[in-house]
């Protein structure tokens, strides 16, 4: 089974200064892992994907995330944030469990909410 | 912005009274999904559709129906409202299965439903 783990629920950094979100997964076959962002009020919008191509991913908005399948890890980063980067992030991995292909192969972390201070 | 319209946005009922939200599409994509959303649990999936009249019960499916008469419609319907059911709920679609390879959902800006 599958399960993901966002280790942080709250991050707070000042503007301009870099933003790392940590995620760890766990899975048990070739996972693909993404980022998903959800602004105030919205619905999610994918940030970034892995799918194992190369481990160093870069997605929206200045944000890129490295695989580490020694670390089981898939960590978001940004070098300088910018205030209109507050929002909700979801770390979310996926295996295709059935002949479906169903959705019940997708998990999601709880969330961290990236706060931004001026 | 994929084309999803949810309806209602804002809705305030009673416990034991029936609730439809509704998910639409202008996009033709094959997979629709319901998904809610509740502090510390991220997303959660309720039901979710591979096709006209084609659907299948996801994670927390208990309390909840769905219906897909049509390829551009996904109805999800609480019988009998409980308090536990007060969330926000998402609307989700993709092209295809495999798109869950690539992550590819695309999701409506959520029903926010509070049962008293």
């Known amino acids: 089974a599958q399960s993901v783990t966002q280790l942080d629920s709250h991050v707070s950094v000042s503007e301009g200064t870099p933003v790392l979100l940590r995620c760890n997964y766990s899975?048990?076959?070739?996972?693909?892992l993404f980022w998903y962002v959800q602004h105030p009020n919205k619905g999610l919008q994918l940030l970034l994907k892995?799918?194992?191509?190369?481990?160093l991913v870069k997605g929206i908005n200045g944000f890129e995330a490295e695989f580490k399948k020694s670390e089981t890890s898939f960590h978001l980063t940004k070098p300088s944030a910018h205030m209109s980067d507050a929002a909700e992030y979801f770390c979310?991995?996926?295996?295709?469990?059935?002949?479906?292909?169903?959705?019940?192969?997708?998990?999601f972390g709880k969330g961290t909410h990236l706060i931004i201070q001026p | 912005d994929a084309g999803i319209t949810q309806s209602p946005r804002h809705k305030v009922t009673e416990t034991g009274t029936p609730v439809t939200l509704r998910c639409h599409q202008t996009?033709?994509?094959?997979?629709m999904y319901w998904y809610r959303q509740d502090p510390g649990h991220g997303l959660r999936l309720i039901h979710y559709?591979?096709?006209?009249?084609?659907?299948d019960k996801g994670e927390v499916s208990d309390g909840y129906s769905v219906s897909r008469s049509k390829t551009e419609d996904f109805l999800l319907t609480l019988e009998s409202a409980t308090s536990s059911q007060t969330s926000v709920y998402f609307c989700?679609?993709?092209?295809?299965?495999?798109?869950?390879?690539?992550?590819?959902?695309?999701f409506g800006e959520g029903s926010r439903l509070t049962v008293l």
């Open positions: 989700a679609i993709s092209e295809s299965g495999i798109s869950l390879l690539t992550g590819e959902l695309f």
């Open positions: 899975s048990s076959y070739s996972p693909s």
């Open positions: 892995y799918t194992s191509a190369a481990t």
């Open positions: 979310v991995v996926s295996e295709i469990m059935n002949s479906g292909g169903g959705a019940d192969g997708l998990t």
């Open positions: 996009e033709n994509h094959r997979y």
């Open positions: 559709s591979y096709g006209v009249k084609d659907t």
